[in-house]
């Protein structure tokens, strides 16, 4: 049975993670929390030296107190918000502003992605000291790629970044801005000057310069195809190469989190090195030499990955560990997990609301907890079955304990993970040790040259598993939805299933019953309510027109434009207010074809809808011929391709009870019509300004 007391850093993180939740939720409370840090330290130094029992559980209280309030306080010290200077507090308008490159240049199709650190800026006729964190995307016709650390004066004004504009759609706004990001700002080339070099770190610009040097390295090696942008993803973290369709295979086969560097790939590595290096421990003080050389290679890994967030994580539970064993103490794996657990959220508190390092830190405590059990309830006498064994249990633990938050996250389960895995893993663990081998290597002739074929068919091996995984029937279920009571009831049934396995106590079982009926109503309920639902929707798309016409669990998508499950616009905008809504049977129609299912009359000027008995029309261009007007009044009028200029063209000709603009239009002429429409007092929606439009039947 587990004794939490030799686990003391599991409930310092956890104590240290309520004070960051609070902060979330209370960030207003800077006396309170003040004074509750006081009284923690008060009560400790009082209690110190006391030892029965009773006191001990005051103790605990009084620790828990001064963990959460400083958990509260170290989140207030990391959120920018609450500076005085940030962009975010100026009330004049921006005319242009001095910045500091601070990350790396990410490749898009047109553009260039990068982050800003803002300096100064210019208001009216003044210069001022601002600070602020800015995502700038810049035309790819630029003299040379940004580089970490230029200086830039930038002309125009940066805008706060738009929040979700529709149901169910990820919230970047407040991704990034738990990264400190609060605004965004689309340049052209001559919309700045470079004024100079001045790194924000040095340390951090040495980072990306080896990041560059790796590149280089397997991009001579292996051209620059797929294997190329999956290796740089694996080895670098860069994953802007990757093809779409691959990328989507590997997430179908369960195996995306190796296209991402973490603590696969550092353990992988890890055991690796020790392995070839195992010979210095048998000497004289060859303890001590060994750690030194590994967490040097440890270290010079995280600093070539620009060091990562998952690499981060993964370098301090290793050095904690590494550094435990030499100097001889016992060492609890869980507990330095919790241990660099804490140390990454006292530096990042905002990086336990991220995806990667709860599934991260949830994958390791399983494995940690219930692996080794699992492992040996089944024994096998060849040594290749208990390989593939060892492997299947570690990835069934790891997909259970991870199973909820990728359904809530990611809204799908891939259903062979247990056959792609033991394929997958040994494989992508012999392409990191290739890769590496081949930063090392490179530069010789003939061996460098043989690496680099071994590493390109290693790579080659490793994705056509993956896309004989993905092509198997049903690779992939979804949509999957859960709610945060349905994620709390999944995480219940987990932990009480695995208490009444590894107990045998009959109370486990009475909550893990309740916990799997409350899940089945709660289930139940929403499936039913999804089954009787009818909705139109006019989503927000950037510069199109897309109208869903929902019932069940089936949507016909109405586009100018044709789309399909793959387009962009489906997967960035639309795809997750579908999965909200448990659609999961799509038909896409455009105007001027026969659409099945779809009762309309069209031509080129409009597109009338009859649907559950209410009537929508689309109006692409308003006819010219004076006397034509609609006879009825219609239920919705949907406003597209800048079809109305002003407020008289509709007068005595459409008559209607519900005025939609869809993203079509130009966003001046939108803006104009709706100022006018409050003066005139015409209610309508525009779905740039109130986001998508949501009807009910």
Same mark, same amino acid.
């Given at each position: 049975?587990?004794?939490?007391?030799? =686990?003391?850093?599991?409930?310092?993180?956890?104590?240290?993670?309520?004070?960051?939740?609070?902060?979330?939720?209370?960030?207003?409370?800077?006396?309170?929390?003040?004074?509750?840090?006081?009284?923690?330290?008060?009560?400790?130094?009082?209690? =110190?030296?006391?030892?029965?029992?009773?006191?001990?559980?005051?103790?605990?209280?009084?620790?828990?107190?001064?963990?959460?309030?400083?958990?509260?306080?170290?989140?207030?010290?990391?959120?920018?918000?609450?500076?005085?200077?940030?962009?975010?507090?100026?009330?004049? @308008?921006?005319?242009?502003?001095?910045?500091?490159?601070?990350?790396?240049?990410?490749?898009?199709?047109?553009?260039?992605?990068?982050?800003?650190?803002?300096?100064?800026?210019?208001?009216?006729?003044?210069?001022?000291?601002?600070?602020?964190?800015?995502?700038?995307?810049?035309?790819?016709?630029?003299?040379?790629?940004?580089?970490?650390?230029?200086?830039?004066?930038?002309?125009?004004?940066?805008?706060?970044?738009?929040?979700?504009?529709?149901?169910?759609?990820?919230?970047?706004?407040?991704?990034?801005?738990?990264?400190g990001i609060y605004h965004q700002q689309y340049l052209r080339p001559n919309d700045r000057v470079i004024l100079g070099y001045?790194?924000?770190?040095?340390?951090?610009?040495?980072?990306?310069?080896?990041?560059?040097?790796?590149?280089?390295? *397997?991009?001579?090696? +292996?051209?620059?195809?797929?294997?190329?942008?999956?290796?740089?993803?694996?080895?670098?973290?860069?994953?802007?190469?990757?093809?779409?369709?691959?990328?989507?295979?590997?997430?179908?086969?369960? /195996?995306?989190?190796?296209?991402?560097?973490?603590?696969?790939?550092?353990?992988?590595?890890?055991?690796?090195?020790?392995?070839?290096?195992? *010979?210095?421990?048998?000497?004289?003080?060859?303890?001590?030499?060994?750690?030194?050389?590994?967490?040097?290679?440890?270290?010079?890994?995280?600093?070539?990955?620009?060091?990562?967030?998952?690499?981060?994580?993964?370098?301090?539970?290793?050095?904690? +560990?590494?550094?435990?064993?030499?100097?001889?103490?016992?060492?609890?794996?869980?507990?330095?997990?919790?241990?660099?657990?804490?140390?990454?959220?006292?530096?990042? @508190?905002?990086?336990?609301?991220?995806?990667?390092?709860?599934?991260?830190?949830?994958?390791?405590?399983? +494995?940690?907890?219930?692996?080794?059990?699992?492992?040996?309830?089944?024994?096998?006498?060849?040594?290749?079955?208990?390989?593939?064994?060892?492997?299947?249990?570690?990835?069934?633990?790891?997909?259970?304990?991870?199973?909820?938050?990728?359904?809530?996250?990611?809204?799908?389960?891939?259903?062979?993970? !247990?056959?792609?895995?033991?394929?997958?893993?040994?494989?992508?663990?012999?392409?990191?040790?290739?890769?590496?081998?081949?930063?090392?290597?490179?530069?010789?002739?003939?061996?460098?040259?043989?690496?680099?074929?071994?590493?390109?068919?290693?790579?080659?091996?490793?994705?056509?598993?993956?896309?004989?995984?993905?092509?198997?029937?049903?690779?992939?279920?979804?949509?999957?939805?859960?709610?945060?009571?349905?994620?709390?009831?999944?995480?219940?049934?987990?932990?009480?299933?695995? /208490?009444?396995?590894?107990?045998?106590?009959?109370?486990?079982? !009475?909550?893990?019953?309740?916990?799997?009926?409350?899940?089945?109503?709660?289930?139940?309920?929403?499936?039913?309510?999804? %089954?009787?639902?009818?909705?139109?929707?006019?989503?927000?798309?950037?510069?199109?027109?897309? $109208?869903?016409?929902?019932?069940?669990?089936?949507?016909?998508?109405?586009?100018?434009?044709?789309?399909?499950?793959?387009?962009?616009?489906?997967?960035?905008?639309?795809?997750?207010?579908?999965?909200?809504?448990?659609?999961?049977?799509?038909?896409?129609?455009?105007?001027?074809?026969?659409?099945?299912?779809?009762?309309?009359?069209?031509?080129?000027?409009?597109?009338?809808?009859?649907?559950?008995?209410?009537?929508?029309?689309?109006?692409?261009?308003?006819?010219?011929?004076?006397?034509?007007?609609?006879?009825?009044?219609?239920?919705?009028?949907?406003?597209?391709?800048?079809?109305?200029?002003?407020?008289?063209?509709?007068?005595?000709?459409?008559?209607?009870?519900?005025? $939609?603009?869809?993203?079509?239009? %130009?966003?001046?002429?939108?803006?104009? +019509?709706?100022?006018?429409?409050?003066?005139?007092?015409?209610?309508?929606?525009?779905?740039?300004?109130?986001?998508?439009?949501?009807?009910?039947?």
């Amino acid at each position: 049975m587990l004794r939490w007391n030799a =686990f003391p850093f599991v409930r310092y993180v956890v104590a240290l993670m309520s004070g960051i939740t609070a902060y979330l939720y209370f960030p207003d409370y800077f006396r309170l929390v003040t004074g509750i840090l006081l009284i923690g330290f008060l009560s400790l130094g009082m209690l =110190f030296f006391v030892r029965d029992k009773p006191h001990a559980v005051l103790k605990g209280i009084a620790g828990w107190l001064t963990l959460g309030a400083i958990g509260w306080l170290v989140t207030s010290l990391h959120t920018p918000l609450n500076d005085p200077a940030n962009l975010v507090h100026l009330r004049r @308008p921006i005319r242009a502003y001095e910045a500091v490159v601070g990350s790396q240049a990410e490749n898009r199709a047109k553009t260039f992605r990068l982050e800003l650190e803002v300096r100064k800026v210019l208001t009216d006729r003044t210069w001022q000291p601002a600070s602020g964190r800015l995502i700038v995307y810049i035309d790819k016709t630029v003299a040379q790629k940004p580089r970490y650390g230029d200086v830039w004066l930038v002309r125009g004004e940066p805008r706060t970044i738009d929040p979700p504009l529709n149901p169910g759609e990820f919230n970047y706004k407040r991704h990034l801005a738990h990264r400190g990001i609060y605004h965004q700002q689309y340049l052209r080339p001559n919309d700045r000057v470079i004024l100079g070099y001045r790194p924000l770190n040095q340390l951090t610009a040495q980072a990306y310069k080896i990041n560059e040097w790796a590149d280089s390295v *397997f991009t001579s090696h +292996l051209g620059n195809g797929q294997e190329f942008a999956i290796v740089k993803a694996m080895i670098l973290g860069v994953r802007d190469g990757i093809d779409p369709e691959l990328q989507q295979a590997y997430s179908a086969a369960g /195996a995306v989190h190796i296209l991402s560097v973490s603590g696969l790939h550092v353990g992988v590595l890890f055991a690796a090195v020790s392995f070839v290096l195992g *010979f210095v421990k048998r000497r004289k003080g060859g303890k001590y030499v060994f750690a030194v050389i590994m967490l040097a290679l440890l270290w010079f890994y995280a600093l070539m990955t620009g060091f990562s967030a998952p690499v981060l994580r993964s370098a301090f539970m290793f050095s904690l +560990l590494l550094i435990g064993q030499t100097l001889g103490r016992a060492n609890s794996p869980l507990n330095t997990l919790a241990a660099s657990a804490f140390l990454i959220l006292l530096l990042d @508190p905002y990086a336990m609301t991220t995806a990667g390092f709860q599934l991260s830190y949830l994958a390791v405590g399983g +494995l940690t907890l219930w692996y080794e059990s699992l492992y040996q309830s089944l024994t096998f006498r060849f040594w290749l079955a208990d390989k593939i064994w060892k492997i299947t249990a570690m990835s069934l633990v790891a997909q259970v304990i991870t199973f909820p938050l990728g359904v809530y996250y990611f809204h799908q389960f891939p259903t062979y993970f !247990w056959l792609a895995n033991p394929l997958v893993i040994p494989v992508s663990s012999l392409v990191l040790i290739l890769a590496m081998g081949l930063l090392v290597v490179g530069w010789i002739p003939y061996l460098g040259l043989l690496v680099g074929k071994a590493l390109f068919a290693s790579m080659w091996l490793l994705n056509q598993c993956i896309i004989w995984t993905e092509r198997l029937p049903h690779s992939i279920l979804k949509p999957l939805m859960a709610s945060g009571f349905e994620l709390g009831l999944l995480y219940a049934i987990i932990l009480f299933g695995a /208490a009444l396995l590894l107990f045998r106590k009959k109370r486990f079982g !009475w909550w893990l019953a309740i916990s799997a009926v409350l899940l089945t109503g709660s289930v139940g309920m929403t499936t039913l309510h999804r %089954k009787k639902q009818r909705l139109l929707l006019v989503h927000f798309v950037p510069h199109q027109s897309a $109208i869903s016409f929902v019932e069940g669990n089936k949507a016909v998508l109405l586009s100018r434009d044709s789309l399909s499950d793959q387009s962009r616009e489906v997967t960035f905008y639309i795809r997750n207010t579908w999965d909200s809504l448990g659609v999961d049977r799509i038909t896409y129609a455009q105007p001027g074809q026969t659409n099945p299912g779809l009762p309309l009359f069209q031509n080129r000027a409009i597109t009338l809808v009859n649907w559950q008995g209410k009537s929508v029309l689309i109006i692409n261009r308003l006819p010219a011929r004076k006397g034509w007007r609609l006879p009825a009044v219609i239920d919705y009028v949907i406003i597209s391709r800048n079809a109305l200029q002003s407020w008289s063209q509709l007068k005595g000709r459409v008559a209607a009870r519900h005025l $939609i603009f869809d993203d079509s239009n %130009k966003t001046p002429l939108t803006d104009r +019509l709706l100022a006018d429409a409050r003066k005139l007092g015409i209610p309508c929606h525009s779905v740039r300004q109130q986001g998508a439009y949501l009807a009910t039947f």
